[in-house]
């Protein structure tokens, strides 16, 4: 866990420095949310696969590469922003491979996690990742604000490289007890190699076309998705829209983006201890949280000043972490246990969707209507989708019960 922090904490600071880098060096905010859009296509179309390579595939390895991948991207960032090699194009370049190293990394994660917790502390599993989260989240973005406006980028980047190798560290770790090791076992004796891999390249696509087939077959889930796919994509994306109006409106630069970030992530902290604080988390909680955050959000662009601008970000990150918390909890509970892995790579879809249309959906309608009326109308247009996923998931859930799943087998 305390590994876990120091990672989250140096890849906010990379999330921010890699904002307003591209945003000083182009004065757009729609090329910066092309940093976003970069990051989360490759998640987009992979997802289906690595749900099901997660299902497959032994964790702790997995991440091992991940993580050591990870650390490489943020080296590369820290020398090409130090050097000023390959520009902006590199750095495009560098978002994009990190997205299909977070297209992987989801899925695996998540199922990892979900084999050594039972199913009734799963919420409460949940949540605390999440606090650890949000607290890294604001360790990040307030060290990265600072450094953005004095050190320069390079910095964060080399620092959240190092960051990576505490949890690899914390992997190794990890004894191999109750269903950590992973899914998969040793090819069969008289088997070669290469007609294991094939074996398993073959049950990865079955896997993920039974993947499909049963997502479509759960129209609580799709529906469950596809508001966190609106809500994340009009009613998230604030490190396009905060940097909009604190280059803009606001005029606080980038210590001020700073700030706001901080605000946000002191949010998500009070999000998170709501979340654990609760029992269940129910879909009346998700629409309920949904159309509040949307309310805030349309007032927040009508926000004369930084404090109440701040304000409403603080009440929209412990939505924002409130929903996801209880969308994740939802998509796990409310799914048989052997697809688990599969759904949580849908789940990933709905992220990296909402980030690919969103991002620079918002930043082009920034730089054309203003940031303030973008705030205004994609508020608008969130809250009336929650309305709609209520009255929708009313119905589905009566004709469409959550299954009934006993205890994760050991993978």
């Not at 299902?55 to 050097?83: F, M, N």
């Not at 994306?237 to 005029?251: D, E, F, I």
């Amino acid at each position: 866990m305390g590994a876990g922090f120091v990672s989250v904490s140096g890849t906010w600071m990379q999330s921010l420095a890699v904002n307003w880098y591209v945003l000083q060096a182009t004065g757009s905010a729609g090329l910066m949310g092309l940093t976003v859009l970069l990051q989360s296509l490759p998640v987009l179309l992979l997802s289906p696969w690595a749900g099901a390579i997660a299902d497959r595939l032994p964790g702790r390895p997995l991440l091992l590469c991940t993580q050591l991948i990870h650390a490489a991207l943020a080296a590369s960032l820290a020398a090409v922003t130090w050097s000023h090699v390959g520009g902006l194009g590199l750095v495009y370049a560098i978002s994009a491979v990190g997205g299909v190293v977070n297209a992987v990394e989801g899925p695996a994660m998540g199922r990892f996690g979900s084999t050594i917790v039972a199913p009734a502390a799963l919420t409460n599993a949940l949540s605390l990742g999440s606090l650890v989260n949000s607290c890294g989240r604001i360790l990040g973005m307030a060290l990265g604000g600072i450094a953005a406006a004095t050190v320069g980028p390079a910095l964060l980047f080399a620092a959240n490289a190092a960051s990576f190798l505490g949890v690899v560290i914390a992997l190794l770790a990890i004894r191999p007890h109750h269903g950590v090791s992973g899914a998969a076992t040793a090819p069969p004796h008289g088997r070669s190699l290469s007609s294991s891999v094939h074996d398993v390249e073959v049950a990865i696509a079955h896997g993920v076309r039974a993947g499909l087939q049963y997502l479509l077959r759960q129209p609580v889930i799709l529906i469950t998705l596809g508001l966190a796919t609106v809500l994340g994509s009009l009613g998230r994306n604030y490190q396009v829209t905060m940097a909009a109006m604190s280059k803009g409106p606001l005029h606080i630069g980038p210590s001020g983006y700073g700030l706001l970030s901080m605000c946000f992530a002191v949010g998500t902290v009070l999000g998170s201890l709501i979340a654990a604080w609760r029992s269940d988390l129910g879909y009346q909680t998700l629409i309920g949280t949904g159309l509040a955050t949307s309310l805030l959000q349309l007032f927040s662009g009508l926000s004369i000043g930084v404090w109440s601008f701040a304000a409403t970000m603080l009440l929209i990150g412990a939505g924002a972490v409130l929903i996801d918390t209880t969308v994740s909890a939802r998509v796990q509970l409310d799914t048989h246990t052997e697809m688990r892995g599969r759904m949580l790579a849908a789940m990933s879809v709905t992220g990296s969707l909402a980030g690919a249309l969103g991002a620079p959906l918002l930043g082009w309608l920034s730089e054309w209507v203003g940031p303030r009326q973008t705030l205004v109308m994609a508020g608008a247009l969130t809250a009336a989708a929650c309305i709609a996923a209520g009255m929708a998931l009313k119905g589905a859930r009566h004709r469409w019960p959550a299954p009934v799943h006993p205890e994760p087998a050991a993978s």
